[in-house]
C-alpha cells in the first residue's frame, strides 16, 4: 500500500497520528522498527493496528460475533447526544478508495441476484425517509467522536427496492432463510471494500448517510454516499459507496484481509 499520492482533497486537515499511520503503511514495519527511536518503536509495537485486534478487544468482539448470529435480534441502540455535541470539524482518516476524484456520472449500483443492476442517483436516497444521529464514532485504532450525521436508513432502502432477499421480496423477520447473510460494499474503483451481516445492516441505526453536521458530506468524509454504521467499527463505515451486493458467503473484506476480526462489532 501507498500513501506517497496522498491526494488533495478539500478539508486535508489531516491529523498527526493519521500522517504516522500512513508513514508506517508505505515504509513498512521492518523499516520503519530499524529507523526510529525506542520510544516510537514502543508506540508502534503497542499499536492495535499493526498487531491485529488485542486480546480483551478481542474477547468482546467474540461474544459479539455470536449475537450477530442471530437475525434481528440486535436491535439494541447505540447511546445518541445532543446535537451541540457534535464535533464541528470531524476527523478524516482513510482514503483507500477515494484518492481520485468523485465520478462525475456517480450513480449508486444495485447488484441483485437474477434481475439486472439498479442504478440509482443521490435523489432516490434522498427520497427516503431522512434520519439524523448524533452518537460517538469508533475507530479500531484508538480514537472516537461524537458525530451528527443524515442519511437514509439501510433497512429502509431495502425494502422500497425489495433488497437483500433471494425471493425479491422486501426483508422481512418471518422469513430469515430468504435473506442473503451479508451485504457488500465497495467504492467506485474498488479500492476499498467492507462485508456486513446482515443483522448488522438491517439495524435501525444503520444509514446510507449523506449529510455530516447538516451538510453534505465532503469528498475526504465520502461523498456523496457513506455508510454510517454504528454498531461497528470506523473501518466498515464505507467512504464514497459505488456498489452494493448481496451474498450467503462474507463478501471480501478490505481489513480483514490485513488482519482484523471480520465482525468487527461494539
Ligand atoms: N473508502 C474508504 N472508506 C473508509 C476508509 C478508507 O480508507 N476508505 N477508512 C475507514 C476507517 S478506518 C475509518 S475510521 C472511517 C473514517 O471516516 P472519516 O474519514 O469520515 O472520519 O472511514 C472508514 N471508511
Ligand atoms: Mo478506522
Not at 152 to 165: I, M, P, Q, V, W
Amino acid at each position: 500500500m501507498s500513501s506517497s499520492k496522498e491526494p488533495k482533497l478539500p478539508e486535508s486537515d489531516i491529523p498527526e497520528s493519521v500522517v504516522r499511520r500512513q508513514m508506517i503503511k508505505s515504509f513498512g514495519w521492518f523499516t520503519l522498527a530499524a529507523a526510529v527511536p525506542v520510544g516510537v518503536y514502543e508506540w508502534i509495537t503497542n499499536s492495535p493496528k499493526l498487531l491485529g485486534v488485542k486480546k480483551p478487544l478481542r474477547r468482546v468482539l467474540d461474544a459479539n460475533e455470536q449475537i450477530a448470529e442471530t437475525y434481528f435480534s440486535d436491535t439494541h441502540l447505540v447511546p445518541t447526544f445532543p446535537v451541540n455535541q457534535a464535533a464541528k470539524n470531524a476527523r478524516v482518516n482513510g482514503y483507500d478508495g477515494i484518492k481520485t476524484p468523485i465520478p462525475e456520472d456517480w450513480k449508486l449500483q444495485i447488484d441483485r441476484p437474477g434481475a439486472e443492476s439498479l442504478m440509482l442517483t443521490i435523489a432516490d436516497i434522498k427520497a427516503l425517509p431522512k434520519h439524523e444521529m448524533v452518537y460517538e464514532f469508533k475507530c479500531i485504532e484508538g480514537w472516537s467522536q461524537v458525530q451528527h450525521w443524515g442519511g437514509a436508513r439501510l433497512s429502509d432502502f431495502l425494502e422500497k427496492y425489495k433488497l437483500g432477499t433471494k425471493s425479491g421480496n422486501a426483508p422481512n423477520p418471518d422469513t430469515t432463510d430468504d435473506l442473503f447473510k451479508h451485504v457488500g460494499m465497495e467504492t467506485p474503483d474498488k479500492g476499498y471494500y467492507v462485508g456486513i451481516d446482515m443483522e448488522s445492516a438491517m439495524h435501525p441505526q444503520t444509514l446510507l448517510a449523506y449529510e455530516l453536521n447538516g451538510e453534505p458530506i465532503t469528498a475526504p468524509h465520502g461523498a456523496p454516499l457513506r455508510l454510517i454504521i454504528p454498531v461497528k467499527y470506523g473501518v466498515k463505515n464505507l467512504k464514497r459507496i459505488g456498489r452494493i451486493f448481496f451474498a450467503d458467503e462474507r463478501p471480501r473484506d478490505f481489513w480483514t484481509e490485513r488482519g482484523y476480526d471480520y465482525y468487527v462489532g461494539l
